[in-house]
Each structure stands twice: as C-alpha cells, then as structure tokens.
C-alpha cells in the first residue's frame, strides 16, 4: 500500500534534516582538522543521528565530505552574489566576486578553513563560484566587454587567482588580502582586454552593501 502523502511528506523532510544535519558535522569537522582522524561514529555523535542514519545517506566519509565542501562552496557562491545582486556588467560583476572572495576570512572563517584544509582545487570543480565564474566570462564574451580568445584559458587563470588569494590567506593571513585582491581583478580585466584605466576603475569602484 503507497504511503499516504502527508506521511510521505513528513519522512523526506526527516530524512533531509537528517542528512542536512551530518553535512554541518563534516564542515565543522572539515574546519577543525580536516577530517582526518574523524570516525563515522564520531561524525554521526556530533551529528545527533544514529550510525545507521549515516549509511541511508553516505556511502562512506570520502562522500560526506565531498557534500560538506559543495555545501560550503553553494554558501560562499550565493554570499557573493547577494553582494552582487543587480550588478549587470559581468565585468564589473567578476572583479566585484575576486575582491569580496579576499573578505571571506572575516564573515565565513568556517568556510575558508574548509578550503584550506581540503584540496583547494574544489573551489575550481563545478559548485560555488566556478559556474559563476563560467557565465560571467561567457555573459562578458556575447556583449562585447572581453577580448578572449580561449575562453577555457580565461577560466583557468582567474580560478588560478583565487586558489592564490586562497593560499595567501591560509599561509599569510596578516597580508592585505583586500589589495591583494583588488591588484589581482585589475590584472584580470586587463588579461580579458579591458583597457588600464577602466580595469584600474572596475577594481576600485566601490563595493554593494550588504544587504
């Protein structure tokens, strides 16, 4: 006999609680130690949700933790773009998304320690900021705002730069990431073939409030 819906209904909700609730673990872990030396058991403890409750969702820790980095990356993503939102030259909008990735230390220290500790070329794979990256150069393309001629090429050295304002925060955390980070957009608009002065600009300008 089908389960009634409203049954249904109330099990898929426990059952994302549930999962949502070991990938908050994992990140917490991930933030901590890297995950490491983490147990499922301890994983699952932390989580308040029984040890079979973690078999229903994850196939083993590499899984788990593969999910708490895509989870940290979507947040880290739709950060930016709430700052961004209304921002329609994808010029301004990708030198706007380098320069606030340098302020993410300060607002989300749980995410960037997630990417420090695990393979920073996540932040290169398809969540959080990359697809994002993608469309702004493809958006930037159509309209006439860059040159490129590879745009593949174009992708590849702008997730260069953020693994390296990523880097630059991990192992020197009293640099100015913030001038760093405005150098790095200025360098990137011009590479993409804005002239000087208006990549000099677009770095710059100032930033959208937070909402």
Avoid at 22 to 33: D, G, K, P, T, Y
Avoid at 37 to 55: C, K, T
Avoid at 125 to 134: E, M, N, S
Avoid at 163 to 183: K, M, V
Wanted: aromatic share 4%; with cysteine; proline share 5%.
């Amino acid at each position: 006999m089908p389960m009634p819906a409203l049954r249904r209904n109330r099990f898929e909700r426990r059952r994302a609680e549930t999962r949502q609730a070991l990938v908050r673990a994992a990140r917490q872990i991930l933030a901590e130690s890297g995950g490491a030396g983490a147990s499922i058991h301890a994983i699952a403890e932390r989580a308040d949700v029984g040890l079979g409750s973690f078999y229903n969702h994850f196939t083993g820790k590499p899984d788990l933790f593969d999910a708490a980095v895509a989870d940290a990356l979507e947040e880290y993503a739709q950060a930016v773009d709430e700052r961004l939102h209304g921002v329609g030259d994808p010029a301004e909008r990708l030198a706007g998304g380098v320069r606030l990735s340098a302020r993410m230390a300060e607002s989300y220290p749980e995410i960037m320690q997630i990417l420090c500790h695990s393979q920073l070329g996540r932040i290169c794979a398809g969540d959080g900021l990359a697809p994002r990256a993608k469309r702004d150069v493809e958006e930037g393309m159509a309209a006439g705002r860059f040159a490129v001629v590879d745009p593949v090429i174009a992708l590849t050295v702008l997730n260069g730069s953020l693994l390296a304002l990523l880097e630059l925060w991990c192992n020197q955390p009293e640099a100015d990431s913030d001038q760093a980070a405005g150098t790095m957009a200025e360098m990137i608009l011009h590479m993409l073939g804005l002239s000087p002065d208006e990549a000099r600009d677009l770095a710059r300008r100032p930033l959208p409030a937070a909402a």
